[in-house]
């Protein structure tokens, strides 16, 4: 099975940057993902990493060490929408789901403050 | 694009009561997944279906949860009888083979009593 942790909450201010790490245990790698989800609404997809390294899309970025089971998602100029939990979620070869379900972590809620 | 639909966004029902969740897959995604999410323990998979077979159950809590998938446009999600415990937002999802995106729906709000 897989461990997925990431903090539980965190505040950061309009127009900053903040880092959510993600650190996971799974025994067959297959993918790493982030999701946003606003209350009460559906996950939204973000970013995928399935090599090394960082994947940049807009104001979000995506980091990942495979070696270390270490990812973050960096957001820059943040803006008050970007209030809302984000979800670390990781494919494993042999986990339940025929190895394309996704096992989440419980999720950071993110407040921004102005 | 429609997305992935479901239905219905809300319901309340006695407990020992039969549930029925409906979802509706992305035309052309080939992959449905069930989700349920609840305060104490996240989102957590249920049942994946792949070309409208089920892959893996493993997730589904007891024998009081089901799911078909009739065809590649329907599935549904039946809980017979309905416990106060199975109270929590049930969410599907569909992939398609070689994008490695998922594509959630609104989800369904189910609140047993």
């Known amino acids: 099975g897989q461990n997925i942790d990431q903090p539980t909450e965190m505040t950061a201010t309009e127009g900053a940057i903040v880092q959510i790490n993600c650190t996971y245990q799974?025994?067959?790698?297959?993918?790493l993902f982030w999701y946003q989800q606003h209350a009460g609404e559906a996950p939204t997809f973000l970013s995928y990493?399935?090599?090394?390294g960082l994947e940049e899309k807009g104001r979000f970025s995506s980091f990942l060490s495979r070696s270390k089971g270490y990812s973050y998602l960096l957001l820059k100029e943040l803006q008050m929408k970007d209030s809302a939990s984000y979800l670390c979620?990781?494919?494993?070869?042999?986990?339940?789901?025929?190895?394309?379900?996704?096992?989440f972590g419980k999720g950071t809620h993110l407040i921004i403050q102005p | 694009d429609a997305g992935v639909i479901q239905s219905p966004r809300h319901e309340v029902t006695e407990m020992g009561q039969e549930v029925t969740l409906r979802c509706k897959p992305i035309?052309?995604?080939?992959?449905l997944f069930w989700y349920r999410q609840t305060m104490m323990r996240g989102l957590e998979l249920l049942i994946y279906?792949?070309?409208?077979?089920?892959?893996?159950d493993s997730g589904m809590p007891e024998d009081r949860f089901s799911a078909k998938m009739p065809n590649a446009s329907f599935s549904t999600l039946k809980i017979q009888p309905s416990e106060p415990r199975d109270s929590a937002v049930y969410f599907c999802?569909?992939?398609?083979?070689?994008?490695?995106?998922?594509?959630f729906g609104s989800g369904t709000r189910l609140t047993v009593v």
């Open positions: 999802a569909s992939r398609s083979s070689g994008f490695y995106g998922y594509t």
């Open positions: 799974t025994s067959g790698f297959n993918g």
């Open positions: 990493n399935v090599l090394d």
């Open positions: 979620a990781v494919r494993d070869m042999y986990s339940g789901g025929g190895a394309d379900g996704l096992t």
């Open positions: 035309s052309g995604h080939n992959s």
């Open positions: 279906f792949n070309n409208n077979v089920p892959i893996d």
